[in-house]
């Protein structure tokens, strides 16, 4: 099958960018969003990834191409009604997911395929969710996607084979190198090295062993990476490690705390990241990007 329109469900940091890349190589693509409040900070940031588009592949007149073909949709109906697939990228919360997919099952055509960014979440736990589990996988990006363009490719062990192989396909189509993984692991393979090195800097923090900053400039000093775990934090944005670690909460005290800092240092303060302009470092010139960032102290 040979897709052609395309819906994006949540429209956050890297809804959003799914939603550009696809247009900007030739998808019609619909975006939908809860509500219209959500759907103003959906157009807000396709302005500015028309920006970042036109400049990355010097393209002004492609970016401005993609961005006015944009449909938006704060109903689930009519923003699936014509999809060959659908692309779900909503908070990482396992009730959201479920109770999401039993209503996209109900209203989306019997042929559209149903693909979960989801980060971290396997899709065998929301596929009966679906009513269609052999067109059910995970489709995972990476952050700033024009430029980090993998795209990881996760069945569970009821689907269709056929499907893996179009989605692959259609990830090759919008500028992805597709990743396509022989069976389920959460995390995939990026987040299964990510998410423990991330997770052993937010420890270091919670604990107060030492600052973000601290922790940043000891990493990159060390390795000579261009950036450290809390500047990787501000581009993925609060919303979901705070989620990952609610979730993982009920049975680890560990997590319970590193939420309870997240919500009250960060997402109570506004500082989300780079989309609202400070996190744990500010925007448009973080500290770790000063020449003199990895100087001593």
């Known amino acids: 099958m040979n897709y052609k329109k395309v819906t994006i469900v949540g429209s956050g940091v890297l809804g959003s960018q799914i939603a550009f890349q696809s247009a900007f190589f030739g998808f019609e693509v619909s975006v ?49 009604k014509d999809a060959d697939l659908v692309i779900e990228a909503v908070p990482e919360r396992i009730e959201i997911k479920q109770n999401f997919y039993e209503k996209l099952g109900k209203v989306a055509p019997e042929n559209t395929v149903f693909a979960s960014n989801s980060s971290t979440l396997l899709p065998s736990q929301f596929a009966e969710f679906t009513g269609r589990p052999e067109k059910f996988l995970a489709l995972h990006f990476a952050n700033s996607i024009w430029q980090n363009n993998t795209a990881e490719v996760m069945g569970h062990p009821g689907t269709d084979r056929q499907y893996v192989e179009q989605v692959a396909d259609f990830a090759r189509n919008i500028g992805m190198i597709p990743f396509v993984l022989k069976k389920e692991q959460p995390g995939y393979i990026l987040n299964s090295l990510l998410v423990p ?5 937010m420890e270091l923090w919670v604990k107060d062993i030492a600052d973000p900053q601290t922790i940043d400039k000891n990493w990159m000093v060390s390795t000579g990476s261009p ?30 705390l590193v939420a309870e800092k997240i919500k009250c240092e960060m997402i109570d303060q506004g500082k989300m990241g780079v989309s609202t302009g400070e996190g744990f470092y500010k925007y448009p010139n973080p500290a770790y990007m000063d020449p003199d960032f990895l100087k001593s102290n």
């Open 197 to 201: 090195f991330l997770s052993a800097a």
């Open 227 to 256: 950036r450290g775990p809390f500047a990787i934090y501000d581009i993925v944005g609060m919303e979901t490690p705070y989620n990952l670690n609610l979730m993982r909460a009920e049975h680890d005290p560990g997590a319970k």
């Open 32 to 80: 939908y969003d809860i509500n219209e409040d959500a759907i103003t900070k959906a157009k807000q940031r396709m302005a500015t990834l028309k920006t970042t588009y036109g400049e990355y592949f010097q393209d002004v007149d492609r970016a401005e191409k993609a961005s006015n073909s944009l449909k938006f949709y704060s109903d689930l109906g009519e923003a699936t």
